[in-house]
């Protein structure tokens, strides 16, 4: 069936790659804006979703996802059809995710905040008990970034932080080490075991 003669409320049934053949031969009865809105509305949420995943932030997943499909569609008279659209459009995601990422790593900042919005609900529990907790948790950190160099505290940051996989961090942070990651995690764990060792020797000693 001709595209020209397919009515407008049958469009939502053309697969991905229909509508951009519509969308770059200006073929059928809607404009290419709204060709193009129709593409891409079809996987906004989609796309949310893998912005989560691969980000684990659902405060900034909006708008980087509507970052991502304002890219997308800059790029799509590059899209060329060898793969589905929509694995195209995940390989855009991912790679904006893992810049956004890498970026975040490398903002003090964000470290404050990833303490600061993993803290208990001071509604729930004792005041005192969550400013013991924050004192904790920035004493933690801090012993962290005293004791390790800055790739080794970028990887803790967002292994143990952020809950990314080791390969997801190794591809952020573009290690290309044969063991990636998880040579950080080893050495990182090493310092960090010496120092807490002599830390417990001195309160054994002070103790004395």
Same mark, same amino acid.
């Given at each position: ?93 991912? !790679? ?9 790593? !490398? ?18 529990? !004792? ?28 990887? @803790? ?38 120092? @807490? ?12």
């Amino acid at each position: 069936q001709s595209l020209a003669f397919i009515a407008p409320d049958q469009w939502q049934l053309l697969t991905d790659e229909e509508l951009i053949d519509a969308y770059r031969g200006g073929r059928g009865p809607r404009t290419r804006e709204d060709l193009a809105e129709e593409l891409f509305h079809r996987h906004q949420s989609r796309v949310t979703r893998w912005v989560c995943r691969l980000t684990r932030d659902r405060d900034s997943a909006s708008d980087l996802a509507q970052e991502i499909l304002l890219r997308a569609y800059r790029n799509l008279d590059k899209y060329r059809g060898d793969c589905r659209f929509s694995t195209w459009l995940y390989v855009i995601t991912r !790679n904006l995710c893992y810049t956004a990422v890498h970026r975040r790593s !490398n903002e003090p900042v964000w470290l404050a905040k990833s303490q600061a919005t993993s803290l208990p609900d001071i509604s729930t529990v !004792n005041i005192h008990e969550a400013f013991e907790v924050e004192q904790s948790r920035r004493s933690n950190w801090k012993i962290i970034l005293d004791t390790l160099d800055a790739t080794e505290a970028r990887v @803790m940051l967002l292994h143990y932080g952020q809950e990314l996989p080791l390969n997801d961090v190794s591809k952020v942070l573009g290690l290309t080490n044969k063991s990636g990651a998880k040579a950080y995690i080893v050495s990182a764990r090493r310092k960090l075991d010496a120092v @807490m060792r002599g830390r417990k020797q001195v309160k054994r000693v002070a103790a004395a």
